[in-house]
């Protein structure tokens, strides 16, 4: 590399001189001017033990960190202004080992901007483009070798050759297919079905009509959905048969997607948006709106759950619901329409 | 061929034998005195890829603690551990084991905290960085190759800090990864077949986390640490930039060598971004996934916000319409491709190919190792303006429903504003930024020119009162000095003198408009001639204010 130095005591070029790349004027290195602890010992050794108490102290964190973490219980909390009730483990442990080595940074900064050289030195950049000769001996080794291979001669074992590396990724993408199932019409239904007991969510309780008084929301799940493992995808299944009941005066209903689909006013609606899957929980009794949290998608219960603002392009499907003859919550089938996010093959 | 060894001195110090040993073995002192000897420029806003670099060696670091208690599996276990707000409550082995982390594992909660707040730092030190870099033109020749694997290592950055908020199965977490699903279902032709392979089913499963988590540990982390190294190669083997100043040329590094000036302050500098990163992790919560709970697909909590460098995203998907088609039974939801897919695409792909564009556009075609001021590029500056502030709005549009419930206004007209904000704020955000720029340059000249103002005001014996001005120093000059005025590429003709139509008639027209268009209203360097006639007028009336007696002593 040539790489040539020189030091600000030899300014490079000067004022009058002008830059041969570029054609700036070119203006000598600003003269260094000494710092104190360059010419004052005292400024020196003050220095040298700031460095040095940054240093030690940083030691004396580092030990404490290890005392904090064999002595604190983690359980502990304490109270500090500002931060609340915190755990003392957590603070103590952070305070020592960040402060800890932060002093090591600051110690070597200080270090550097206080003791070592601040004398600037200039460096050549090296030409970051080769010569035409070394492009043209590059060009003969590539054509050599192009002539000792025969790879321009040998046609067929060039288009064989291309043929099998072009086939080389099939394997690859091929094996990622048991990745997942197929889609088929999975997203098309929900567990639901024909005089499923609708229960509520967290405690799987089948729900009276009186029990929702005018104006009540209640938060659902279908009977069936107990009846799910794990492991057999009950969560899967919770994501998309979630609904919501509403009551409200059968009065104000406007709409709703199907007849006789309510029950003396109680209508239920699929809990996931119809924008990108969020469950929706955000109900505005004066208006009947439900709002998604994630977008602000809004909807209309009294009105077929039809969009009224936001991203959301679809209506919120409605389950068509009915009672046993002991009055409990059912449902008169699934949802009539794929619930949750749009995907290509909807429809 | 026969292996000449000249006499060689054998080394006094154990320092020096090891040297001798690999040196004995790997040549390796030449390079090693490149190496030391190395000199780099200084400049504050060079710490910032630094930043970058030193949170991502601290991610490593506090990602490998997390690796050896976190278990990503979706089994659903019952809470035990000493949180008693979620003792007894069902959740995934992801988020049991998060727990055991924060309540369980001494110090493991501040690791973890450690690993987001270097994350939320990490994302915000590459975009700066790469603010930087556009604004002072760092990026244009020979530097385009670095500043494309600087646009992936944004995007990289992006998708491994989502993924890495994903893995511990929180409720809020949880949310992001629907709306991911979501987005992934609305990909036109594959979409559910993508869904369904990524998740191995139906939204959640029990495939995705474990397959998360090996994205997240092995493969991305992989790729950024092949990228940055490659990235800082490129920087040490192309010589970093440094600003105009005193003998600051072109081709030549003015600054510090890397030993010892840059190993103590380089070196220290990590250990300051970490002592921060762990004061802060110490202090301060973040995630709190315990406040969330585990995640069920049914419940989302209001005011869900993600971390921050994915608020434009899900701004950009709060504001886009509900437009949506459905034709030969098959259905695009735009309100999703738009905004997730379409515009990030846009967005980046700009970005990448940015320095070609510009070049184009200029016809400059030169090296430059000098750094622009920014307003000495008024168009490319107030371009990069007029970006940040389309990010900004759409940034601040994902927090619409916050600024809803904090100032009280409907969130419906909050939204309508943001979409009439989009489109009118970015051009206005252009001009001003252009007059700004035009109106410094204007000052540069004026100091070149008539030198700085003085202060002093001087009576002339007609009555006139002048302001004396001094001429700048010399370092200012070097600074200001330091812009090049390029000219404008010609239109090109449509057709040659004989009538035949010139192939590359339109582009060439189209690049010559373009060009004008980027340096209209340039204010031009003053030349040799116009600096030598200023002098003598400042001059001049030094010397007029000498007579006065006005001050006296210069």
């Not at chain 2, 007894?88 to 987001?116: C, P, W, Y």
């Not at chain 2, 986390?209 to 790729?223: D, E, K, Q, S």
């Amino acid at each position: 590399m040539n790489e040539i130095e020189t030091t600000s005591n030899e300014p490079y070029g000067s004022a009058e001189g002008k830059d041969l790349v570029s054609g700036r004027p070119v203006f000598p290195l600003k003269h260094h001017e000494p710092r104190r602890a360059d010419i004052d010992p005292k400024a020196a050794k003050r220095a040298e033990r700031q460095v040095s108490a940054m240093f030690a102290a940083s030691s004396a964190l580092l030990m404490a960190f290890v005392v904090a973490y064999v002595k604190v219980p983690s359980d502990s909390l304490v109270q500090i202004p500002g931060l609340g009730t915190v755990g003392t483990s957590q603070v103590l442990l952070g305070l020592c080992f960040g402060l800890g080595i932060l002093l090591i940074g600051l110690g070597a900064i200080h270090w550097a901007k206080k003791l070592m050289t601040d004398v600037e030195v200039t460096q050549e950049r090296h030409a970051l483009t080769s010569t035409q000769e070394e492009r043209d001996e590059v060009a003969a080794i590539v054509k050599r070798g192009a002539a000792e291979s025969g790879f321009g001669q040998h046609k067929l074992i060039r288009r064989t050759l291309l043929g099998a590396l072009a086939l080389f990724p099939v394997p690859l993408v091929v094996l990622l297919r048991d990745l997942g199932p197929m889609p088929g019409t999975r997203l098309r239904s929900t567990i639901w079905t024909k005089n499923i007991h609708i229960v509520t969510d967290a405690t799987y309780q089948k729900i009276k009509a009186s029990d929702i008084p005018v104006g009540g929301l209640v938060n659902a799940v279908p009977a069936n959905l107990l009846e799910i493992e794990e492991a057999d995808g009950n969560i899967n299944a919770r994501g998309k048969a979630s609904i919501i009941l509403v009551r409200m005066d059968p009065s104000e209903i406007v709409s709703q997607q199907g007849d006789g689909w309510d029950y003396q006013g109680i209508v239920a609606y699929s809990k996931i948006c119809t924008h990108v899957g969020c469950p929706i929980s955000l109900y505005q009794q004066r208006t009947h709106h439900l709002l998604c949290p994630c977008h602000q998608s809004t909807f209309d219960l009294a009105d077929s759950g039809n969009v009224v603002f936001g991203p959301a392009a679809r209506r919120m499907p409605q389950l068509a619901i009915t009672v046993d003859s002991e009055g409990f919550l059912v449902a008169q089938g699934d949802f009539e329409e794929p619930v949750g996010p749009s995907f290509w093959e909807r429809g | 061929m026969s292996i000449v060894t000249n006499p060689k001195e054998k080394p006094a110090t154990v320092v020096g034998a090891a040297a001798t040993y690999v040196d004995d073995r790997l040549a390796s002192a030449s390079f090693t005195k490149r190496l030391l000897d190395k000199v780099f420029p200084d400049h504050w806003s060079f710490m910032l890829g630094e930043i970058a670099l030193y949170s991502f060696i601290i991610l490593l670091l506090s990602g490998v603690y997390l690796t050896l208690w976190f278990n990503p599996s979706m089994t659903e276990v019952i809470y035990n551990g000493s949180y008693m707000p979620l003792k007894g409550v069902k959740m995934s082995e992801a988020f049991n084991s998060t727990l055991h982390i924060s309540f369980d594992v001494r110090g493991g909660l501040l690791i973890r905290q450690i690993h987001h707040w270097a994350a939320l730092f990490f994302v915000a030190a590459v975009s700066v960085h790469l603010l930087r870099v556009f604004f002072t033109g760092a990026f244009r020749k020979p530097r385009e190759i670095n500043w494309v694997i600087g646009t992936g290592l944004l995007v990289l950055a992006i998708l491994e800090g989502f993924a890495g908020y994903s893995l511990p199965d929180d409720l809020l977490s949880g949310t992001g990864l629907r709306i991911a699903e979501g987005i992934m279902q609305a990909v036109p032709l594959v979409g559910t077949y993508v869904a369904m392979f990524v998740f191995g089913g139906e939204f959640p499963g029990n495939d995705f986390m474990p397959r998360l988590y090996a994205v997240h540990i092995l493969l991305i982390p992989g790729i950024l640490l092949g990228l940055v190294t490659v990235h800082l190669i490129m920087v040490f083997y192309q010589k970093h930039t440094q600003f105009a100043g005193p003998g600051r040329t072109e081709s030549n590094v003015v600054g510090y060598r890397l030993y010892p000036v840059y190993m103590a302050k380089a070196g220290g500098f990590f250990f300051v971004v970490f002592g921060i990163t762990a004061l802060i992790a110490g202090l301060v919560s973040i995630n709190p996934i315990w406040l969330y709970g585990p995640y069920t697909p049914a419940q989302v909590s209001a005011g869900s916000q993600p971390d921050w460098y994915i608020g434009w995203l899900d701004g950009a998907v709060r504001l886009t319409p509900n437009w949506e088609t459905t034709a030969l039974g098959h259905t695009i939801s735009w309100n999703l491709l738009i905004p997730a897919l379409i515009v990030p695409g846009i967005m980046f792909t700009l970005l990448g190919l940015y320095p070609w564009i510009e070049a184009w556009i200029t016809g400059d075609k030169r090296e430059h190792h000098i750094l622009d001021r920014p307003r000495n590029a008024a168009t490319r500056t107030s371009l990069g303006v007029m970006a940040l502030s389309f990010y900004g709005i759409l940034w601040i549009s994902g927090g619409n429903d916050i600024i809803a419930t904090q100032f009280n206004l409907a969130i419906n007209t909050i939204t309508w504003t943001f979409r009439a904000l989009i489109f009118i704020v970015p051009p206005i955000a252009f001009v001003i930024t252009k007059r700004i720029c035009l109106g410094l340059q204007r000052r540069d000249q004026d100091k070149l020119l008539h030198g700085y103002e003085t202060g002093q005001i001087l009576r002339l014996p007609h009555g006139e009162f002048i302001e004396i001005h001094a001429p700048i120093s010399d370092e200012e000059k070097a600074v200001l000095l330091s812009k090049q005025d390029i000219a404008p590429l010609a239109l090109a003709p449509s057709a040659d003198a004989s009538g035949v139509r010139n192939p590359k008639g339109l582009t060439g027209k189209i690049r010559g408009r373009l060009s004008n268009w980027y340096f209209a209203d340039n204010v031009a360097v003053p030349s040799d001639e116009e600096l030598r006639a200023a002098a003598e007028h400042a001059e001049h009336q030094l010397h007029a204010a000498a007579e006065q007696g006005a001050i006296s002593g210069h």
